[in-house]
């Protein structure tokens, strides 16, 4: 016999998947190794807040003692916020995680994962993980990219994190089969940048636009994600020249203090808000609310299913 999944899914969440309204999964290590507490826990709580202001329910979703969460009451996600030494699961580790009564943060990849197994087809993220710079050498690639190739959900982010090599991240995600879409724009956003110096590969002006698009895909039985790249609000965008310094400065940093593997992407980040003076934090957490507002509305679009 299979071992049954030991899946816990909130009840306002399952209330909503019964009856088909809205549902937006949410990653959980943005606010494990993302970023530092308390600014974690209210970004977490601010996000959730915005989906049921657009009519969605929001599902948080992470593996707390040994059971995956789809969904997290506000006591859950703020003992989280706060948990000392857990995990960063993705594909490779989210079972053992579940076997080995492990908590931890779920990435893109592994959130995907599990959202589709729970029925949600939309997720909001701050940035994707992606090809690293100098991946040639270091070989270092998210496995973001992979399950996005391979999982039917629909990722809003930011565009993938700057700190990555954005052009081969691009080059990656049309070898596997996965549409980047900017949102509004001709140009692909870059994380805390709304312009990266690339353009968007493909563009869509509308949560409906978006939602026809996938349900297309489904109908050609293609499978797979797709990458929504919404840009930070103006207001809010740190442009790419300014963050260039920072960014380099944080590489070089945790190259000479030999960073490597899963720690990489939080390593930088930390460094980077530090080089900011936290301009890069309240950045992402903005960039997060924004992301949050457009998948509640591709959800509803998703849900009402008019074409
Ligand atoms: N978006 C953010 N902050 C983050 C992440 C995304 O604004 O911390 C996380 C996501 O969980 C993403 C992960 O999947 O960083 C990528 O890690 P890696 O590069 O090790 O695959
Ligand atoms: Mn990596």
């Given amino acids: 016999m299979p071992l049954a999944v030991p899946l816990d899914i909130h009840p306002p969440v399952a209330d909503a ?11 959980s290590t943005i606010i494990t190794h993302g970023m530092p507490w308390p600014q974690n826990e209210d970004m977490a709580a601010a996000v959730e807040a915005i989906i049921v202001e657009e009519g969605a329910t929001p599902a948080t979703i992470a593996v707390i003692d040994g059971r995956l969460k789809i969904g997290l009451s506000p006591a859950e ?11 960063k699961l993705s594909r490779a580790d989210l079972a053992f995680a579940l076997a080995e009564g492990r908590s931890g943060g779920t990435t893109v990849a592994a959130t995907m994962l599990a959202a589709h197994l729970a029925g949600i087809a939309v997720f909001a993220t701050g940035g994707i993980g992606g090809v690293h710079r100098g991946a040639e050498t270091s070989f270092d690639i998210s496995a973001d990219l992979d399950e996005l190739a391979r999982t039917p959900v629909i990722v809003v982010s930011a565009g993938p994190k700057a700190i990555l090599d954005i052009a081969k991240t691009l080059e990656v995600l049309e070898t596997r089969g996965v549409p980047v879409v900017g949102y509004g724009t001709d140009a692909m956003p870059a994380f805390w940048s709304r312009e990266s110096g690339l353009a968007a590969p493909l563009r869509l002006d509308t949560p409906e636009a978006i939602a026809r698009f996938q349900r297309m895909r489904a109908a050609l039985g293609i499978g ?15 442009p790419a020249d300014e963050m ?3 960014i380099a400065r944080a590489q070089a940093d945790a190259e000479a203090a030999g960073i490597t593997g899963k720690a990489v992407t939080p390593g930088l980040l930390s460094r980077i808000l530090e080089l900011t003076e936290g301009r890069s934090l309240a950045t992402n957490i903005a960039l997060v609310k924004n992301n949050a507002r457009l998948a509640a509305r591709i959800a509803s679009a998703l849900a009402a299913r008019k074409d």
């Fill in 17 to 27: 998947l019964s009856t088909g309204r809205p549902v937006v999964a949410l990653e």
């Fill in 77 to 87: 996600r703020q003992a989280l916020a706060q948990r000392d030494g857990a995990m």
């Fill in 224 to 238: 797979g994600g797709v990458l929504v790249a919404n840009p930070v609000p103006e207001a809010d965008e740190i």
């Fill in 244 to 246: 260039a310094g920072f």
